[in-house]
């Protein structure tokens, strides 16, 4: 299966809040993070956790870690129609430079 | 900020064609990257550099190779451009050590 995965749609009213969900089947994961892709642009890092945390706050975002499920997630609270996007979740692993992505979330904002 | 450019923002190519994609990062970062983005599959690694002149294969390497000759640029090269190499081009780069990337804006290549 693959290493990182994510639901491939959401949709939302504006004022709702968001959850998209992340799972990855790495342990060794060190960070995992959330990144923004507004459309036709590149990546933009939201936020990310250290694996040893179970949550962070920053402003209206949310990220909850699992270990034991290996399950994370991100909330966004009063989704505005800026928001809509699609997010990937991404995990850093111990002797691999590089990022492995998810399939990404298009969260869709409806006013 | 960190700022990382990329020479092309759409591109159209026929196949057959040698295409070279650019990236330049102004942040002195030693770690650079190349992934593609295709719908549903999230981003794929091609390659990536470490320093200048090292470079190692990623996930998906075939039919492509990279340069880098300065650490602030890394060249993405298609030798001879085929349909299934249309995609999003998305180049990044990273301190070492230092998990966290700095992705450009992206190059979307059409290959005809």
């Known amino acids: 299966g693959e290493d990182v995965e994510q639901s491939l749609f959401l949709s939302v009213r504006e004022g709702d809040s968001s959850v998209i969900n992340c799972t990855y089947t790495?342990?060794?994961?060190?960070?995992l993070y959330w990144y923004k892709q507004e459309p036709g642009a590149g990546l933009q890092l939201l936020t990310y956790i250290f694996s040893n945390m179970d949550m962070k706050q920053d402003q209206r975002l949310t990220v909850l870690l699992n270990k034991k499920d290996k399950h994370l997630s991100l909330r966004i609270a009063d989704t505005q129609t800026g928001d809509s996007a699609i997010y990937f979740c991404a995990e850093s692993k111990a002797g691999r430079r590089a990022l492995t992505f998810g399939s990404g979330t298009r969260l869709q904002v409806q006013p | 900020d960190v700022k990382v450019t990329q020479s092309s923002r759409y591109l159209v190519k026929r196949t057959g064609e040698k295409v070279f994609l650019e990236c330049v990062q102004d942040m002195d970062h030693e770690n650079m990257f190349w992934y593609r983005q295709d719908p549903g599959l999230g981003l794929r690694l091609i390659y990536f550099s470490y320093d200048v002149k090292m470079k190692e294969k990623g996930d998906i390497p075939e039919g492509y190779s990279v340069s880098r000759e300065k650490k602030e640029r890394f060249s993405l090269i298609l030798e001879s451009a085929s349909t299934n190499q249309t995609s999003m081009y998305l180049c990044?780069?990273?301190?070492?050590?230092?998990?966290?990337?700095?992705f450009g804006p992206g190059t979307r290549l059409l290959v005809l």
């Open positions: 990044a780069s990273s301190l070492p050590g230092a998990e966290t990337q700095y």
């Open positions: 790495d342990s060794s994961s060190t960070y």
